[in-house]
């Protein structure tokens, strides 16, 4: 059988072919790769009652017993039902276990083998491409349109429904892991239960990490002016361990953004027009960078940079002497924004 595309998996999953009684299920995305081996062992094990229809072995055992692969996948079933031999490979080969059960007689179990990212050349890969009696099935991490299906799905099974800005916060915020990402929707649904829609403040309580947001807040509190709201949120950053000195990195970037906004202005378009336009913004800080690009020109923005880079170097020198430098390079950012807004 030829390898399947990453494209085909989900069809591949839903409909598998008969005549691969062997699939090897790889990718960077562990979380990924496990939750569609249970989903293949689920579907081969479909109307089966038998507790021992499932058989879990490790990589590593078989590295050193490979004929134990081929007796177990066919071993009868005990009630005369299907079984399932999953394998999670390890750090040792195991192409001698599964090229003795691919060379032999077809089993009537399915054999379903766990892999992490593996090369085209990896031995254990070509050996399931090669066969015309198994599947590759490759695994790679979710696209924007592997989220939505995944977030739909978990909205469907919980009668939720959720508002398109709540969605963007979500998908953000979710773990590049598909077993954590979903664990995450299902914590939010459960938060949401009875509710009947999820809304931002939802996300936002649940999911979104508060570092992440709180840096955000800050940065941005910095740059519109709020002196005493950037003090509150630095110090509370502080306490949840993310200090100062990470702050300013996200400033640094920050402010590099809001330079070329800012060029994009003073060539004659709207604030509110390049930052609709500027795709990278989260919708909860557009209002808030609009409204720093009233308060920043181009020169003052390059100063901004130069502050926040010193900050970031003496930083690297020295992280004591760099936290202060960084916390008063924030607030002194904060008061110059104030002082544009009289």
Do not use: N
């Not at 691919?102 to 992490?116: D, F, I, R, Y």
């Amino acid at each position: 059988m030829v390898a399947i595309k990453a494209s085909a998996v989900d069809a591949f999953l839903a409909r598998p072919q008969p005549d691969a009684f062997a699939v090897l299920l790889y990718g960077p995305d562990a979380g990924l790769v496990a939750e569609r081996a249970e989903r293949l062992a689920a579907k081969a094990l479909e109307g089966s009652d038998d507790p021992f229809g499932l058989v879990r072995l490790e990589g590593d055992e078989l590295s050193s017993d490979p004929g134990r692969l081929a007796d177990e996948a066919r071993t009868i079933a005990l009630f005369g039902g299907k079984r399932v031999i999953r394998v999670r490979a390890g750090g040792r080969a195991i192409t001698a276990a599964i090229d003795g059960l691919l060379s032999g007689p077809a089993p009537e179990s399915l054999t379903v083998v766990e892999a992490g990212d593996l090369k085209k050349s990896a031995p254990l890969r070509a050996l399931f491409e090669k066969s015309p009696r198994a599947a590759a099935l490759p695994c790679y991490p979710d696209e924007a349109a592997g989220r939505d299906r995944l977030i739909d799905e978990e909205m469907r099974a919980a009668g939720l429904s959720i508002a398109p800005e709540a969605r963007a916060l979500l998908t953000a915020h979710l773990a590049a892991d598909r077993m954590a990402a979903r664990e995450e929707v299902r914590k939010l649904c459960l938060y949401a239960m009875g509710g009947g829609r999820i809304e931002p403040d939802d996300v936002t309580a649940v999911i979104a990490d508060a570092g992440d947001i709180g840096m955000d807040e800050a940065v941005d509190a910095a740059f519109t002016g709020r002196t005493a709201d950037t003090a509150a949120l630095l110090r509370s950053l502080k306490v949840g361990g993310t200090p100062s000195s990470v702050v300013v990195g996200a400033a640094l970037r920050h402010a590099l953004s809001l330079h070329r906004m800012r060029g994009d202005v003073d060539g004659g378009r709207s604030a509110r027009s390049v930052v609709e336009s500027a795709g990278a913004i989260h919708f909860r800080r557009k209002d808030a960078v609009e409204r720093a690009l009233s308060r920043w020109s181009s020169e003052r923005l390059i100063g901004a940079v130069s502050r926040f880079a010193d900050a970031v170097a003496l930083t690297r020198r020295s992280p004591a002497l760099g936290e202060a430098a960084s916390e008063r390079a924030l607030l002194a950012t904060a008061a110059e924004a104030a002082r544009a807004g009289r």
